[in-house]
DNA sequence: GATTTATCTGAACGGGCGTTCAAACCCAAG
DNA sequence: CTTGGGTTTGAACGCCCGTTCAGATAAATC
């Protein structure tokens, strides 16, 4: 079994995928062609083809490594009050989302590029990131310490404004990642509060 | 002077348009072909070159139409105290856009295929639509009715929230639209209170 | 009914697409 | 130094792309 030290495989497999985040979430999955990426990395279209099965399952791969990654990040500490798991939650999904913008990118505008199998998959694991927040505003309405109608509405919401960060923010700028997250944890707060 | 009232070109024109904001919110800018956007017209590739210089010209007039449809019917009323013009604004860009899925969808997902000059004129009317939100923000901090110790951010906070809507809500469910008007204006108005 | 002209067809253009595969390459192991 | 297999090349496959344009079509005017 000769080339197993020496091998480029474990070089030349993450450098696809990261070519292909960075691409995909410049220009679109539509819009990149395999020989985009290949150029990329170095190396001809048919090479991609020892990494991956083809196009689509390169795309599924990136958007189920940064869900999982997601999930396996969010904190989930069931002994605080429900106001400081929120507050725990509106902090993480900031940070995280902001330290990988073309992974946010891709895994929210590429779903309709998604064959139906992996689609499903995906919005699986979105639907369990919504119901870590879900239950820590359900828990507090019925506490009391929130007041928050519809829980699934509230979850949206919050989620759609805190996502919304990554399309403007970089660092460097006017204000640091600590200063954005402080004013949206003001908002959020506010926006369930009885 | 020929085929002028019996003309079919007041009637392939729009269609060819309404069959491409249908394409393009469903499969993308990129992966619609103009063949596929004939076919749903019932017509050839060809005769869409009458009515439209380019793929990409088609694709920018449908996003600065959406865009001055969109300045030309957010209510400005300098009358009204801060908090009713707030009002008025969220319930407005919620309804409009609910009423207008396809070319929401484009508007925000399909920026990045814009060509340059086309991309700044898309941007200038974004830019002049979430003006019109953040000076209601700014007027109201002044006079004290809100607390919000930054418009810039708030504004942005608050129309990735409101348009996280239309990526979810369908006439028919659960909710009327008016349910959700008035669940988002009640998570709204109390974000940016003080 | 002849004319005019807006509209549309259908074929063609050069080029890029995703994917496959036999042959070449290169390097660790023996 | 030979061998064997992991890795890459480079060409080829069939197909679809956006766009052009000469010619056919058909309806309003004269």
Redesign the pocket.
């Known amino acids: 079994?000769?080339?197993?030290?020496?091998?480029?495989?474990?070089?030349?497999g993450p450098r696809i995928r990261d070519a292909a985040l960075r691409l995909f979430a410049r220009h679109g999955y539509?819009a990149?062609?395999?020989?985009?990426?290949?150029g990329e990395v170095?190396?001809?279209?048919?090479?991609?083809?020892?990494?991956?099965?083809?196009?689509?399952?390169?795309l599924a791969e990136l958007m189920r490594d940064h869900m999982v990654e997601l999930l396996e990040a969010v904190p989930v500490s069931a002994a605080d009050v429900p106001l400081a798991q929120l507050e725990a939650f509106v902090r993480f999904h900031i940070g995280f989302h902001h330290a990988r913008p073309d992974a946010v990118f891709i895994a929210y505008m590429e779903l309709r590029n998604l064959a139906p199998e992996n689609f499903a998959e995906i919005e699986d694991l979105r639907g369990r990131y919504e119901a870590i927040l879900e239950q820590i505003l359900r828990d507090g309405a019925e506490a009391g310490a929130f007041d928050v109608p519809d829980p699934k509405i509230a979850t949206l919401a919050v989620i759609a404004m805190l996502t919304g960060v990554t399309t403007w923010f970089r660092a460097g700028g006017r204000l640091s990642l600590q200063d954005v997250q402080d004013q949206y944890w003001d908002m959020v707060r506010k926006s369930v509060s009885a």
């Open positions: 079994m000769a080339r197993t030290t020496g091998s480029h495989s474990d070089i030349t539509a990149v062609s395999m020989r985009q990426i290949a170095g190396v001809q279209a048919g090479a991609l083809y020892n990494y991956i099965p083809d196009k689509q399952s390169l």
